[in-house]
């Protein structure tokens, strides 16, 4: 069952990034009151959270697909990237 966890977790970081990106292209494209929203920190702050969680998820991710491919024990790996 490890190996799916860490499947799931690729699937669901490589749609989170997906949906940052159209996120983060939004907000560079949508303008009020002649600026762009993207540079209001109220959209910066948590686009950047967002990215912080995707990288840690991935590394998360990577460390679980290593441990299984190593045959050491991924569960917990697994299951937090998940």
Request: net charge positive.
């Amino acid at each position: 069952m490890n190996p799916e966890r860490v499947l799931l977790a690729a699937e669901a970081i490589g749609i989170g990034k997906v949906a940052l990106k159209k996120a983060a292209g939004y907000a560079k494209e949508r303008v009020v009151l002649d600026r762009p929203i993207g540079k209001n920190q109220a959209i910066q702050h948590p686009l950047a959270a967002n990215w912080v969680e995707l990288e840690a998820a991935q590394l998360l991710m990577m460390k679980a697909a290593w441990l299984y491919d190593n045959v050491k024990e991924c569960g917990a790996a697994a299951n937090a990237a998940r």
